[in-house]
Every structure is written in structure tokens, then in C-alpha cells.
């Protein structure tokens, strides 16, 4: 792979900590959004396929997962 991830997290996101970081500039060029655990960078990276990670969006974007 010759592109980087550029890692960003929810402008909803607060300064908690419990928060996730996508890598969207990777899913034209390997099919995947990289997602990670913004406390730890360094951390493992959990490839999403873009249908999964779409679909998940949608129900988060339709309240199928409620609150927390």
C-alpha cells in the first residue's frame, strides 16, 4: 500500500476518550475503512469492508443501536 491512513475522528466526538478514528481516504484504493481506538494509535487496526461500515452507519444514522 502506498497510502497512508489519515486518521480523524466524529466532529461529535467529545474529549472523553472513549472515542474510534475511520481512515476513509483507504476505501477507493483497498476497499476497507481502517478503524482504531484513538486512546492508543499505536494500537491494532480493525479493517471494515465498505458495505459493513455503510450499512453500520445507516443504523447508527437511524437509531438502530439506541443510546449509551
Known amino acids: 500500500?502506498?497510502?497512508?491512513?489519515?486518521w480523524y475522528k466524529s466532529s461529535y466526538s467529545?474529549?472523553?476518550?472513549q472515542c474510534v478514528e475511520v481512515a476513509a481516504?483507504?476505501?477507493?484504493?483497498?476497499?476497507?475503512?481502517?478503524?482504531?481506538?484513538s486512546k492508543s494509535p499505536g494500537?491494532?487496526?480493525l479493517d471494515v469492508?465498505?458495505?459493513?461500515f455503510a450499512s453500520f452507519?445507516?443504523?447508527?444514522r437511524a437509531g438502530e443501536f439506541g443510546t449509551v
Open 49 to 52: 469492508p465498505v458495505a459493513a
Open 43 to 45: 494500537g491494532p487496526v
Open 25 to 37: 481516504n483507504l476505501v477507493a484504493l483497498c476497499g476497507v475503512v481502517p478503524v482504531r481506538d
Open 57 to 60: 452507519a445507516a443504523g447508527v
Open 1 to 6: 500500500m502506498t497510502e497512508s491512513p489519515r
Open 14 to 17: 467529545g474529549n472523553g476518550g
